[in-house]
């Protein structure tokens, strides 16, 4: 029996792209990520895997805007309805297995979630330990508040170090 093919006129659209690629991920052994999806034996539910508009059905119901991303809430489980929410981009990227965790002082975070809490840009503390700073120091040493810049400038000269 030959399967209808949905007409839905969303092709071009961003969730459709987003059910595109979390299917090639799970079944495409050619896809960039599949080792990290289908490789590990991640699937996509029957329902989803066989209807872009009961997939957009759920979207719209639980959330979905093009400004958020697809998130597995136990990463080792199924893409599914239980399984599935709509999240920022920032908490996605804190919801990976690919993520250093740092742990200082018992409390262990993303080196993200260390530069908020820090109120730090991220690539000054990511910089700051590529170039072998200890974890202490890193998190210790306070930024320079770019608006006393200049006032730092003028107590240098007043003591002659430039």
Request: with cysteine; proline share 2%; charged share 25%.
């Amino acid at each position: 029996m030959t399967k209808t093919r949905e007409r839905h006129g969303m092709h071009e659209s961003r969730i459709y792209r987003t059910w595109q690629n979390m299917k090639s991920r799970c079944n495409n052994p050619n896809a960039s990520k599949y080792h990290l999806y289908g490789g590990k034996g991640i699937k996509v539910c029957d329902e989803w895997s066989e209807s872009f508009i009961t997939f957009h059905d759920w979207a719209m119901k639980n959330g979905y805007t093009d400004e958020l991303t697809l998130d597995r809430i136990n990463g080792n489980k199924d893409y599914e309805p239980c399984n599935c929410r709509w999240v920022t981009y920032k908490v996605q990227s804190n919801n990976t297995t690919q993520n250093n965790i740092i742990t200082y002082k018992d409390v262990s975070m993303t080196a993200a979630q260390w530069a908020e809490k820090l109120n730090m840009n991220y690539n000054t503390f990511t910089e700051r330990l590529r170039r072998g700073w200890t974890l202490e120091r890193a998190i210790e040493t306070p930024t320079m508040d770019i608006s006393n810049f200049g006032n730092f400038i003028k107590e240098l000269k007043k003591t002659n170090v430039i």
